[in-house]
């Protein structure tokens, strides 16, 4: 056997790994090998010390703590926007923790989708993530329109979208385009900056959603002129369980008014004026609505801090050497078992996570999950890997496929039904 496909080889690439020590930053899950942190990263340690710094505010403050503290509750959407915006590079003032991912979309697609004579249709994908889609149909049926002006552009082999079909598609009677950075599944990333460039040649905004690159991959919204993009939080950057989601608005259409307007969507200085007419804020904190949701937006200001001392740019490096690694093994030690690897091999349009597909998913996932392996289940026969840079080793890697060899080898899931659990 060839040195590379030993786990002398891992602990060899961990010995040289520059973020291994934020390993130790991290709540391991009992001896287990985490590799679902691409649907909900783990806890922190800073995270959780965020968390109890925020309620011992809330308990000796009480109302004050809006404005007195370390972290001022009133000023803390913003300040987390500010802190989150060099992961998206972006412009501190175009960036606001607020809502979650859906309710942000709702909030831009109703600010951004204006039709106008034959400009009255959404350009989208087959490929994104469901919630997307139905916040997208329901914002058509808000303005008037059926389904029919809801335009998906469909994948060839249904894991790949093509970039010249997606441009081709942005034809004179589309309003706004809408579409992942990162497909959920096959992990492929999609070409922001030259999409954004089509979309503004042919007089159409257009944002993307973020949940499964930020906190993975560089970015540049800014430099790149993205209208708008929204993002979860508790995926890559580790946030939490339900933590708050955030939003990019490009700076050139602040003072646009907010589709969806409420009382955090004020200009700061005049909100407490309790005025009946909406002075909105002066970035991108007018697309706020709501109260903000602060203990769920405390696991952010640590688990941030991690992120700036790591760096995007190392995460993104070791995160495709992990992946690239985890391709190699699968492809060494399980050719005989009929897994298909569904995402880019090439670093340029490959994500942060490994999509294998089987007939046996499912039954296998449960028989990973039983021999302390976490994958995460995508119906119907979508496997999801996901080695994440700030806490996964090579080593985890390793263990990973050779236990996923032996259950192939021992037939272990077969004592599983092929089913879907609720939640995978």
């Known amino acids: 056997m060839e040195e590379k496909y030993t786990k002398a080889y891992a602990e060899k ?33 800073r995270a959780e010390q965020s968390v109890y710094d925020l309620l011992a505010s809330w308990r000796e403050y009480g109302i004050d703590g809006w404005t007195e503290g370390n972290q001022p509750w009133y000023y803390l959407s913003e300040s987390l926007g500010g802190k989150m915006a060099g992961l998206i590079g972006a412009e501190k003032e175009e960036v606001v923790v607020t809502g979650s991912t859906t309710v942000n979309l709702h909030q831009l697609v109703s600010t951004f989708y204006e039709p106008k004579g034959n400009r009255t249709k959404v350009l989208a994908d087959s490929l994104n993530f469901p919630s997307d889609i139905y916040a997208l149909k329901a914002q058509l049926r808000g303005k008037g329109y059926d389904d029919s002006h809801l335009i998906q ?24 385009i809408v579409l992942p950075s990162v497909l959920y599944r096959s992990g492929q990333i999609l070409d922001m900056e030259k999409l954004t460039k089509a979309a503004h040649e042919r007089g159409i905004k257009i944002g993307f959603d973020l949940c499964h690159s930020i906190g993975a991959i560089p970015h540049q919204l800014h430099d790149w002129d993205v209208d708008f993009a929204f993002w979860c939080t508790y995926k890559h950057l580790n946030g939490g369980p339900g933590s708050v989601a955030a939003l990019y608005v490009n700076e050139k259409h602040f003072g646009v008014s907010p589709g969806l307007a409420g ?40 688990t941030l801090d991690l992120f700036h001392e790591a760096g995007i740019e190392k995460i993104r490096r070791k995160s495709l050497k992990l992946t690239a690694y985890m391709i190699e093994l699968i492809e060494y030690e399980l050719k005989e078992f009929n897994f298909v690897i569904c995402n880019p091999v090439n670093d340029k349009q490959r994500g942060g996570h490994i999509y294998l597909e089987h007939l046996e998913a499912a039954r296998i996932c449960k028989a990973l999950k039983m021999e302390k392996v976490i994958p995460d289940f995508r119906k119907p026969s979508g496997i999801r890997l996901a080695p994440v840079a700030l806490y996964n080793s090579f080593e985890d890697v390793y263990d990973c496929v050779q236990i996923l060899k032996n259950i192939m080898q021992e037939k272990v899931y077969e004592q599983f039904s092929n089913e879907r659990e609720v939640v995978s």
């Open 13 to 45: 690439l961990d010995a040289k790994d520059e973020l291994r020590a934020f390993r130790n930053e991290f709540y391991l899950k009992n001896e287990c090998v985490y590799m679902d942190g691409n649907s909900l990263g783990l806890m922190s340690k």
């Open 153 to 176: 552009v469909q994948s060839e082999d249904g894991h790949i979208l093509d970039e010249e079909a997606i441009i081709n598609a942005m034809t004179e009677d589309v309003a706004l």
């Open 263 to 302: 009382w955090f969507s004020s200009n700061k200085e005049k909100q407490f004026d309790m005025e009946h007419t909406l002075t909105p804020a002066e970035d991108a904190g007018a697309f706020q609505i709501g109260t903000p949701h602060v203990l769920s937006a405390a696991p952010l200001i640590g």
